[in-house]
């Protein structure tokens, strides 16, 4: 049987020390353990974090902290977002069990993730545009945000109902692209879309957006992520180079 690999999650710029130890609680009560803190507030390891991670120290000592979501993601395929709010153009959405399915389908064959947004704003479009999909706990449509760590409760809860279940899903033939091999492909499109003039070099960003949303939709493998930046440099010769931007 494959090994299952692990399912990370990544708490982004969380302000409140007691949430990041609720957290890590609702992980240990359901068996994970992989947590990453995106640039969290300072003096996180305090006191309220403690107490409230009670019997999960393990797990809260064992957060890693890095400074950007990309760094967080390193090594993951599927990436998923947890929003309070739904219906963003040009994501698609899941429910918990839904979302719980794929992350447990997809870890058979690289780590998958799901990202979770700060108390107060919940996580932007800079941050969105590295998932592939949302996924929104249907809560009362007027009042919808749940704390934090009850968030994360509700999703470790259908993950570990899927464990069982997962073991019987085939893994993927190719492993889904990460974020750092899709950016790669971004970077490509928009050096041919500029040499073709088809994108505007005055704003660029919109048409890129819609083109990251466009593929973090359609969840590329490697071989199809090859393929793509393979039609590429056949229409570009030496576009495929991915020189540093400035
Ligand atoms: N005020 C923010 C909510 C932040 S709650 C907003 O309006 O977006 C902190 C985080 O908990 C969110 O970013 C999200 O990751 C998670 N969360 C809270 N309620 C959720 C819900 N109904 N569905 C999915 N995630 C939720």
Redesign the pocket.
Known sequence: MTAVQPIRLVLFETTHPGNIGSVARAMKTMGFSDLVLVNPVAEWLCTDSRALASGAQDVLHAARVVPTLEEALDGCGLVLA????HRRIGCPEMNPRECAAELMGQALSRPAAIV????????ANEQLDLCNAI???P?NPAY???N?SQ?VQIIVYELRQQQVLAREVPPPESPLAGPAQLELLYQHFERVLLASGFLNPTNPRHLMRRLRRLFNRTRLDENELNILRGILSSLAPGSGDNPKRD
Not at 82 to 85: P, W
Not at 116 to 123: A, D, V
């Open positions: 947890a929003s309070a709010r979770f947004g700060p108390e107060r704003s919940g996580l996924v929104y706990i809560a919808s945000s749940l934090l968030a």
